[in-house]
């Protein structure tokens, strides 16, 4: 059983829709991150928070909107997507953001842009 | 920059038989290095990690790696594949950007089991 939740586990949405992705960590962690997973490439960070506030922001488009409320849960706000948007989004927690820091992985949201 | 290479795509091992998945990184400094699985339809999860020390590591679900600065390698190896062992094995590399770690993960090897 994973301590990183992710809801929902499928999306579909059309390219003018908004619709939020969800993670919470049960695990008592400091860290949280967004990646984008598509076929055939690199996992790609998007953004890191550490204690609520975000650290990093890798270059990615305003579309993508993320919120951390408090240390347990992360949010990705989505408007105007494009299909090539289409890809597999994981949040994953660890302890802190030091080197060496294991990240957990939740199972993920299947993103379709229409 | 860092980079992390894995240059098989798709593996098929029979099953009982040895398996061995091919990871190059580069990296400037120490790395440290990082094997994960992604199971379908699963997130990934940690088999095992190289900071320092002894240069086998092992690892959960009897997989183990060897690090090998010479060849910039850290290659996973299981003794005898299990079908339930069929996922996705992602190698990455952690470094450090603007005081945090960043991981860099390869494109990933699908291991496929026969019977």
């Known amino acids: 059983e994973t301590g990183v939740t992710q809801t929902p586990r499928h999306l579909v949405m059309g390219m003018t829709n908004k619709k939020s992705l969800k993670c919470e960590q049960h695990?008592?962690?400091?860290?949280m991150y967004w990646y984008k997973q598509s076929a055939k490439k690199p996992l790609e960070l998007m953004f890191v928070?550490?204690?609520?506030?975000?650290?990093e922001n890798n270059s990615v488009p305003s579309r993508f909107s993320p919120e951390c409320p408090n240390s347990s849960h992360l949010f990705l706000h989505l408007h105007t997507l494009q299909p090539e948007d289409s890809a597999l989004y994981l949040c994953?927690?660890?302890?802190?953001f030091g080197r060496g820091a294991e990240a957990f992985f939740g199972q993920g949201t299947r993103l379709t842009v229409v | 920059a860092q980079s992390v290479t894995q240059p098989d795509i798709h593996i098929t091992v029979s099953e009982g038989a040895s398996l061995e998945l091919r990871c190059n990184y580069s990296?400037?400094?120490?790395?440290?290095l990082f094997w994960y699985v992604q199971s379908p339809g699963q997130g990934l999860q940690l088999l095992l990690k190289?900071?320092?020390?002894?240069?086998l590591v092992q690892g959960i679900k009897g997989f183990e790696a060897e690090f090998k600065r010479s060849q910039s390698s850290f290659n996973l190896r299981k003794p005898s594949v299990h079908w339930s062992d069929a996922a996705e094995y992602f190698c990455?590399?952690?470094?450090?950007?603007?005081?945090?770690?960043?991981?860099?993960f390869g494109t990933g090897t699908r291991l496929l089991v026969s019977p």
């Open positions: 994953a927690s660890s302890q802190d």
């Open positions: 695990l008592g962690h400091n860290a």
């Open positions: 928070y550490s204690l609520e506030e975000r650290v």
């Open positions: 990296y400037g400094a120490t790395p440290y």
């Open positions: 190289y900071f320092s020390g002894d240069t």
């Open positions: 990455a590399v952690a470094g450090m950007n603007t005081g945090f770690q960043k991981l860099v």
